[in-house]
């Protein structure tokens, strides 16, 4: 990286396509003004480079893609013995990297500010050490963000844990009521490693400076004032919460070739596509694609579906997934019966580009916060059908707070049926109720741009933001 003498922003990222695109996004805010801004980026050690290598292989993707933001990459640590949970594996490796950041920081001749992805908390002690005010980035959403800053509250005045309380429901400020089984994974169970990590995490939030939020208050206006109100956290002052976003990235259609989906599309009537696409993740088994498959079928609907290999073993869920054999994976004479009205695509599709487009009028989505925006500024209504992380939180507030969208229901059993997948698609794209959640995302398109439109409330925040780094210009 060029150095030159203007305090420069550093964010520090985790390695996860749905981390490091939102924080790309943000350093192009700092560009965009004119401030010297980098990505500190960790790098994998050798004994866990191959457990890494997918998501080492999209961070080169995303460099290469973005050539107007500086990146710079921390050393591997040393981390003789991997721990054998992937999630783990990936918060050690975060921790074990913050020596290189603090070298990284005093390398630096002035530091505006360390902002980080939570995923990174433990990198405030890099922060501390070097005197750089630091910050949170918060890539998922407002409302994740206020239930879990009460979690450290929760876990220290109740007993017993999130994962034998079935579907009783847990009430945070700020948030509807959430079914305990819709608490992700990571902290359902005191006596799990994971769980302790996490709750220590979110009970340092309020150690940092500021909260940076990718959601525009509009869109979660209840959980952004709990968190200005401080009520989330009852035992210690909140930080000043800042919603910057939807940041999304805005599509390669101008830059690149144009994915033969779009013109597929172009051909397709207004609002009557539905798109299925769990994320840079998300995988379903056999069985399900094939229930989907049917669900389609009898639908009578278009659609256009991202479709990936069933999972492997979860212990290798960072691991690159075989490209899917769809004439064994789709029922028999699907891609025939439906040849014309459907199109699965293996893999990937050009998500952004695909919301936007006018003939898609619904989106069956895992609730990863990225999706959720992405839909939410496009102004179409979304079957939330949650798979991991924190994909279930975002389907309460999604559905029961930002009335946008319906729950695919089964999505927390062995199988989503058919039968549901056909009455869901037919329900957003066919009723009166997909007619009144299409008026309400119309809205929710609208006042996303309004948010970006510049002295809208996110810019502004932004703006504010830099006034505390003293670096408004
Ligand atoms: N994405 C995409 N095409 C795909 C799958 C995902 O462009 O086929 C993008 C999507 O637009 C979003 C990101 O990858 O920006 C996924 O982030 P999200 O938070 O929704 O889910 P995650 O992958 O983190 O579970």
């Keep these: 990286m060029e150095q030159n003498s203007d305090p420069t922003v550093v964010l520090h990222a985790c390695l996860g396509v749905g981390h490091l695109i939102p924080m790309v996004e943000l350093a192009k805010l700092f560009v965009r003004r004119g401030i010297s801004v980098v990505i500190a980026v960790p790098t994998p050690p050798a004994s866990a480079a191959d457990f890494f290598s997918a998501s080492s292989s999209a961070v080169t993707s ?21 721990d054998p949970d992937p999630f783990l594996q990936m918060l050690d490796l975060l921790r074990l990297t913050v020596p290189s950041l603090l070298a990284f920081l005093r390398s630096l001749p002035s530091v505006a500010a360390l902002v980080l992805d939570l995923f990174c908390i433990d990198a405030l002690d890099a922060a501390a050490e070097s005197g750089v005010p630091a910050y949170i980035y918060y890539t998922s ?82 959980a952004v004032s709990a968190l200005r109100e401080g009520v989330c956290v009852p035992d210690r002052p909140t930080p000043p919460v ?46 399900q694609l094939k229930a989907i498959a ?76 990225n999706s959720v925006l992405e839909a939410a500024s496009a102004g179409v209504p979304m079957l939330c059908w949650p798979q991991y992380a924190e994909q279930r939180l975002n389907k309460v507030f999604v ?56 002295s809208g409330p996110s810019q502004a925040a932004f703006d504010e933001f830099l006034k505390d780094l003293k670096l408004s210009k």
């Excluded at 509807?176 to 939030?205: E, F, K, Q, W």
């Excluded at 919603?243 to 009537?269: T, Y």
């Design 62 to 82: 995303i460099v290469a893609a973005n050539p107007s933001i500086a990146f710079h990459n921390l050393p591997p640590p040393d981390y003789p013995s991997p």
């Design 141 to 222: 959403s407002a409302g994740d963000l206020a239930a879990f800053l009460h979690l450290p509250h929760h876990f220290a005045t109740t007993e017993g844990d999130i994962k034998d309380m079935g579907k009783a429901l847990l009430r945070f400020p700020g948030v509807p009521p959430i079914p305990a089984s819709d608490m992700p994974h990571t902290v359902l169970d005191r006596a799990n490693r994971t769980c302790n990590t996490r709750i220590a995490h979110y009970g340092r939030i309020p150690e940092a400076r500021g909260v940076l939020v990718n959601t525009y208050e509009w869109l979660e206006a209840r």
């Design 399 to 454: 559905v029961d707070e930002m009335k946008a969208g319906v729950v695919v229901e089964g999505y927390d059993e062995e199988l989503v049926t058919a039968e549901e997948v056909e009455k869901k698609v037919r329900l957003v794209l066919e009723s009166e109720e997909g007619e009144k959640l299409r008026e309400r995302l119309a809205l929710a398109k609208l006042k996303a741009a309004e948010a970006l439109a510049d």
């Design 294 to 369: 049917h669900g389609l079928e009898k639908s009578g609907h278009r659609f256009l579906w991202v479709v990936r290999s069933p999972p492997i073993d979860p212990a290798k869920f960072f691991l690159p997934r075989p490209e899917p054999d769809l004439h064994a994976l789709l029922p028999e004479g699907f891609t025939e019966r439906t040849r014309g009205r459907g199109i699965v695509l293996k893999m990937w599709a050009p998500q952004v580009e695909v919301l936007r487009h006018a003939a898609t009028g619904a989106f069956m989505t895992h609730c990863g916060w």
């Design 242 to 287: 800042h919603c910057i976003g939807p940041l999304i990235v805005k599509g390669a259609a101008a830059e690149g070739e144009r994915h033969s989906c779009l013109s597929w599309l172009d051909a397709q009537p207004e609002r009557s596509v539905v798109f299925i696409c769990f994320g840079s993740l998300g995988a379903v088994s056999a069985a």
